[in-house]
């Protein structure tokens, strides 16, 4: 397990999977760095690499990328860039964590396959490598052998997944709850919850609405009634909720939903059918559509894996 360290890294990106691992066990650990030497966060904090990245040689089983505003200069850095790739070669799986799939694009490692990154940067990474495809809405994404996660904390979720591939999900919940993570995520959840990637409206019936509706998921949530309450034809309110917003009022109801019944399957014993009921899906089968839409696992599955019980 050989992290990849440069000048400006974010040092989260580097101690959160590096604990995970270490907790974990059954992994040796090592930090490299070009050229070897005291190596800098960008907090100030810092670093000295186990080797030079020149000196790390012979088979590597996973090679991670970390990520921080020291990417800007590790692009441009052609030795790193080119030790990247050759370790990459002798590497089982490569990782990046939040903007260090930047390195592995450039590299030319990501070309072609689905991956993701920090959410503020998402778009740049598939605007400046067309040939990937971004996943603008994941924590992390396993392509093959190369996983990428998105920012910074999502790469503790990441190394919990790849630690529940290696070792089972036993190891991975142990390590969860030795670092106090109530459960890792998986993949597919959203990088923000509905709350956080709705925009906050202005208008003051629609905040009121948007604090209301997760206290009020058994009940009539439709655009008439959500209309009616705003005190707006249905017309008006569908189009300023999702002008003001960013989703329409279907969509924000129906995320609302599927988050609190994941929570309700990962912290209690409640049968699905009544997780279907109180979070206002009527029937497991309309729930269990909503997550293979949302999060593309069953709640069943969901239950199984995620499970802090």
Do not use: K, N
């Not at 993570?181 to 923000?192: K, S």
């Amino acid at each position: 397990m050989v992290f990849l360290v440069f000048p400006g890294f974010q040092s989260l990106d580097l101690t959160g999977p590096l604990e995970v691992f270490s907790l974990a066990g059954g992994y040796e650990v090592e930090t490299v760095g070009m050229g070897g030497g005291v190596v800098r966060a960008h907090s100030g904090i810092a670093v000295v690499p186990d080797r030079a990245a020149e000196e790390c040689a012979g088979p590597i089983d996973t090679l991670v990328v970390v990520g921080g505003e020291g990417v800007v200069g590790a692009v441009e850095d052609a030795a790193l860039l080119d030790w990247v790739r050759e370790a990459a070669g002798r590497s089982r799986r490569v990782a990046s964590v939040c903007s260090g799939a930047f390195v592995l694009a450039v590299a030319g490692l990501l070309e072609g396959r689905d991956a993701t990154t920090h959410w503020r940067v998402c778009g740049m990474l598939g605007d400046l490598f067309p040939e990937v495809d971004v996943q603008e809405d994941r924590i992390f994404v396993v392509d093959g052998e190369v996983w990428t996660s998105a920012g910074v904390t999502s790469g503790i979720d990441m190394a919990l997944a790849m630690v529940e591939r290696d070792l089972g999900p036993d190891t991975a919940l142990r390590v969860a709850r030795e670092l106090v993570v109530f459960v890792q995520r998986p993949g597919g959840q959203a990088q923000f919850s509905t709350q956080l990637s709705a925009s906050r409206p202005e208008h003051p019936a629609l905040a009121e609405l948007q604090s209301w509706i997760p206290e009020h998921l058994d009940t009539d949530l439709s655009v008439p009634a959500l209309a009616e309450r705003a005190a707006m034809s249905p017309r008006h309110f569908a189009r300023l909720f999702a002008r003001e917003t960013g989703l329409t009022p279907g969509a924000y109801v129906e995320s609302v939903r599927v988050e609190t019944a994941r929570r309700l399957l990962e912290s209690t014993a409640l049968p699905v059918d009544v997780i279907a009921r109180t979070c206002g899906f009527g029937t497991p089968e309309t729930m269990h559509r909503s997550f293979r839409r949302r999060i593309s696992v069953t709640p069943g599955a969901y239950r199984r894996r995620f499970s802090a019980r």
